[in-house]
C-alpha cells in the first residue's frame, strides 16, 4: 500500500500478513522511489509474509517511461514480485508541487514496457477511472488486468490539496471528478474476466455489486487501512473476514452458488 515513509515498513508487512492469512492477494505502493533511494526497499520486500499470495508490486506509467526496464527488473526480482502494476495518476501528479507535468509517450511506453515484461502486468487508474475505450486499448496492447479504479473512493487531487494545507479551489471543485466505477463496470462488463474494480469499494455489497457487473476480483485500501490504524494485523483480518462473510450471505439470498451465478440476468439486469 505505501512505502518510504516512517512505519509503511511495518504497515505493509501487517498487510502482508492479513493477506497470507486470508490466502488473498496484496499490492505495494510505488516503487519509484527506489530510484533514488534504495534504503527503503525493505519495505516493499513482503514475501516472508506473504509467501503463498499473488505480490503485486506498483509504479507509475512515468517511471516505466523514464527509467530503464533493466532497472525495474531488478527490484521486481529482490521483491519477488508476482506482477507488476503499472499506475494512472496524472489527477494526483497535477496538484503536487513538485510533481509531473510532462505525459508524453506513456502509451508507447506502457506498449514497449509491457512487450518485454517479465511479469504480467496490470494497469490501472488511480480513482479518475478508466475510460471503457482506454480500458479497451491497455487490454489490445497485453495487459493481463486492467484496474478501473473508478470515482468514489480517495480523491488524490483532495488528498494533495489537504496535504498543503487543504484551500485549493481548483481540488474541492473536483471532488466528483472521473468516472464511477460502478458505471465502468456496467459499460465494459466482463472482457475475457480481464476487468479489476476498485475505487469507492467498502462493503459486501459493494463486492457483490462489482463481481455480479462483471469484475474478477476486487480491491479496496481505506477500510484496511482504517483498520490498520485502529487495531494492526488482526484488525484487517477481523474486516476482511466480515466482508467474506457479508458477500457469502448476499450470495445466498440471491441463490448465487458461485460468482458466475450472480451475474445471471434478474440479480442486477432485468431478466429478458
Same mark, same amino acid.
Request: charged share 15%.
Given at each position: 500500500m505505501t512505502g518510504g515513509a516512517p512505519g509503511a515498513g511495518d504497515l505493509n508487512r501487517q498487510l502482508a &500478513?492479513?493477506?497470507?492469512? @486470508?490466502?488473498?492477494?496484496?499490492?505495494?505502493?510505488?516503487?519509484?522511489?527506489?530510484?533514488?533511494?534504495?534504503?527503503?526497499?525493505?519495505?516493499?520486500?513482503?514475501?516472508?509474509?506473504?509467501?503463498?499470495?499473488?505480490?503485486?508490486?506498483n509504479i507509475g506509467a512515468t517511471a516505466i517511461r523514464d527509467l530503464p526496464p533493466q532497472a525495474i527488473q531488478v527490484w521486481l526480482d529482490a521483491m519477488a514480485a508476482d506482477a507488476l502494476v503499472i499506475h494512472l495518476n496524472a489527477g494526483q501528479e497535477l496538484f503536487q508541487p513538485a510533481g509531473d507535468r510532462?505525459?508524453?509517450?506513456?502509451?508507447?511506453?506502457?506498449? &514497449?514496457?509491457?512487450k518485454q515484461a517479465q511479469l504480467p502486468v496490470i494497469v490501472k487508474e488511480t480513482g479518475f477511472g478508466l475510460a471503457p475505450d482506454e480500458a479497451d486499448w491497455l487490454l489490445e496492447a497485453g495487459a493481463a488486468y486492467v484496474d478501473l479504479s473508478g470515482s468514489g473512493g480517495a480523491n488524490w487531487a483532495l488528498v494533495e490539496s489537504f496535504r498543503q494545507g487543504g484551500d485549493s479551489s481548483l481540488a474541492k471543485e473536483l471532488r466528483n471528478w472521473g468516472y464511477p466505477t460502478a458505471e465502468l463496470l456496467a459499460a465494459l462488463g466482463r472482457r475475457d474476466g480481464r476487468v479489476l474494480a476498485s475505487g469507492g469499494l467498502r462493503s459486501a455489497q459493494d463486492c457483490a455489486t462489482a463481481l455480479a457487473l462483471g469484475a474478477q476480483a476486487c480491491g479496496l485500501a481505506t477500510p484496511l487501512a482504517r483498520a490498520a490504524e485502529a487495531g494492526g494485523q488482526a484488525a484487517m483480518v477481523e474486516r476482511?473476514?466480515? @466482508?467474506?462473510?457479508?458477500?457469502?450471505?448476499?450470495?445466498?439470498l440471491t441463490g448465487s452458488r458461485n460468482v458466475a451465478d450472480l451475474r445471471r440476468p434478474g440479480v442486477l439486469q432485468p431478466t429478458p
Open positions: &500478513g492479513a493477506a497470507e492469512q @486470508l490466502g488473498i492477494a496484496v499490492g505495494t505502493g510505488s516503487i519509484r522511489l527506489l530510484a533514488h533511494h534504495p534504503e527503503y526497499l525493505p519495505d516493499f520486500c513482503l514475501k516472508r509474509w506473504a509467501p503463498s499470495v499473488p505480490l503485486l508490486a510532462d505525459f508524453r509517450g506513456l502509451r508507447a511506453a506502457i506498449a &514497449g514496457y509491457i476482511l473476514s466480515s @466482508l467474506a462473510h457479508g458477500l457469502k450471505v448476499i450470495m445466498l
